[in-house]
């Protein structure tokens, strides 16, 4: 198994910054791919990027693509999703989650989720 824990969730102002963390723990060698998702209130959840362990391929969402970045720190067990330039359409609960094996952006294929951390932008 593999647990993972947000942090670094807010609110902000349009224009603003935030950086969440993903820590994993448990049997993260397991797991090849960590990703961001954020679901709004009444809407599905949805990809926003994500980051390989090894060899740091990223994936990102048009949506977030020169705004958000994604970091990890193998030796940390440790992903950093740094969002800038944040707008009022950004605002959601944001997940971290882990995958045995490569990127997607269906949700229901990824393995480990975390408890999720709010995201409030205003405008």
């Known amino acids: 198994q593999v647990q993972l824990a947000e942090s670094g969730g807010g609110l902000v102002q349009a224009g603003g910054s935030l950086r969440l963390s993903c820590a994993a723990s448990?049997?993260?060698?397991?797991?090849?791919?960590m990703g961001w998702f954020r679901q709004a209130p009444g809407k599905e959840r949805e990809f926003v990027i994500a980051?390989?362990?090894?060899?740091?391929?990223?994936y990102y969402a048009d949506s977030v693509k020169g705004r958000f970045t994604i970091s990890r720190d193998n030796a940390k067990n440790t992903v950093y999703l740094q969002m800038n330039s944040l707008k009022p359409e950004d605002t959601a609960t944001y997940y971290c989650a882990a995958r045995i094996g490569g990127s997607t952006r269906y949700y229901p294929a990824w393995d480990y989720w975390g408890q999720g951390t709010q995201v409030t932008v205003s405008s």
């Open positions: 448990g049997r993260t060698s397991s797991t090849d791919t």
């Open positions: 980051v390989r362990w090894s060899g740091g391929t990223t």
